[in-house]
Nanobody, 117 residues
Framework: QVQLVESGGGLVQPGGSLRLSCAAS????????MSWYRQAPGKERELVAS??????????NYAVSVKGRFTISRDNAKNTVYLQMGSLKPEDTAVYYC????????WGQGTQVTVSS
């Protein structure tokens, strides 16, 4: 049974940092690309960052809006993908979701990130 469980969200002031984690289980984690998406109120879900499977060297891609501020990484020994977020802005406020595309699409339950003073 595939499971993706996010953690690490919370309330942070503008300019602050947070690290999100997504613990994966039920599939061969290192063999699949992993992604983080986010959805703000009234907006569509958008891709934030992705990281390729281990055999492709773990290459990364970022949305323009977060490039240079966010870093995606993975620990294949721990079956976990991370999103380190820095220089946070109010417009980064959203529910952040972990995503894996196997035969089907799998999503975590989401973790709320609120950037506010």
């Amino acid at each position: 049974q595939v499971q993706l469980v996010e953690s690490g969200g919370g309330l942070v002031q503008p300019g602050g940092s947070l690290r999100l984690s997504c613990a994966a289980s039920g599939f061969a984690f290192s063999s699949y690309a992993m992604s983080w998406y986010r959805q703000a109120p009234g907006k569509e879900r958008e891709l934030v960052a992705s990281i390729s499977r281990a055999s492709l060297g773990g290459s990364t891609n970022y949305a323009v809006s977060v490039k240079g501020r966010f870093t995606i990484s993975r620990d294949n020994a721990k079956n976990t993908v991370y999103l380190q977020m820095g220089s946070l802005k109010p417009e980064d406020t959203a529910v952040y979701y972990c995503y894996a595309k196997l035969i089907h699409d799998y999503w975590g339950q989401g973790t709320q990130v609120t950037v506010s003073s």
